[in-house]
């Protein structure tokens, strides 16, 4: 099983401020790397794909990077609507995997 | 627009069953790889099984192997997992998500989910 390790697990973070989420795989897997945001008492949405490619509707202040192991997610510019938490998934194997979450909340 | 509609959760004795379901609307339901994930209160999300857009190929978490099982009905554009021999540790939100026509493409869209609660 590969396991997904994010950092921070916690981050407080004054508006407009650039956040920096990273996600780290046991093994290589590519780009086979998504992210989501989940809002407290809401469902997890799909933030971006494949490491890096965007999704419609999705601000333009989400990014995503990375390959192989080592992979970002960046929000640049952190608005109060982006308080959630964030989670990194790898579907280059099954069984599939999450990270254990990284919460981001307004200093 | 794309709906999935989670239900069938509820309060169950250790031990007991559960049929879950998840309704699909919007798209060409028989077209995609279903999900199923789960989060236990305050806690991460956990990967649980995914069926593809036939039914052909089933996987399970090994958590739960044995005990769940995933299937679905394209005439009825609905995803099902019958969840059997339920344990306090399976207290969770339980979601589906669609796939995509692949098995390795991302989750792009989710349930609002439905929680099972196992207790005596």
């Known amino acids: 099983e590969i396991v997904l390790t994010q950092s921070p697990d916690f981050q407080s973070v004054t508006p407009k401020e650039k956040v920096t989420i990273t996600c780290r795989a046991s093994?290589?897997?590519?780009?086979?790397l998504h992210w989501y945001q989940q809002k407290p008492d809401q469902s997890p949405k799909l933030l971006i794909k494949s490491a890096s490619q965007s999704i419609s509707g999705v601000p333009s202040r989400f990014s995503g990077s990375g390959f192989g192991r080592d992979f970002s997610l960046t929000i640049n510019s952190l608005e109060a609507e982006d308080v959630a938490a964030y989670y990194c998934?790898?579907?280059?194997?099954?069984?599939?995997?999450f990270g254990q979450g990284t919460k981001v909340e307004i200093k | 627009q794309v709906h999935l509609v989670d239900s069938g959760g509820g309060l169950v004795k250790p031990g007991g069953s559960l049929r879950l379901s998840c309704a699909a609307s919007?798209?060409?339901?028989?077209?995609?790889?279903m999900t199923w994930v789960r989060q236990a209160p305050g806690k991460g999300l956990e990967w649980i099984s995914y069926?593809?857009?036939?039914?052909?190929?089933?996987y399970y978490a090994d958590s739960v192997k044995g005990r769940f099982t995933i299937s679905r009905d394209n005439a009825k554009n609905s995803l099902y997992l019958q969840i059997n021999s339920l344990r306090a540790e399976d207290t969770a939100v339980y979601y589906c998500a669609r796939g995509g026509y692949n098995w390795y493409d991302e989750l792009d869209y989710w349930g609002q989910g439905t929680l099972v609660t196992v207790s005596s």
């Open positions: 069926i593809s857009s036939t039914g052909s190929t089933i």
């Open positions: 919007g798209f060409t339901f028989s077209d995609h790889y």
């Open positions: 093994q290589s897997i590519g780009t086979s």
């Open positions: 998934h790898q579907s280059s194997s099954v069984p599939m995997t």
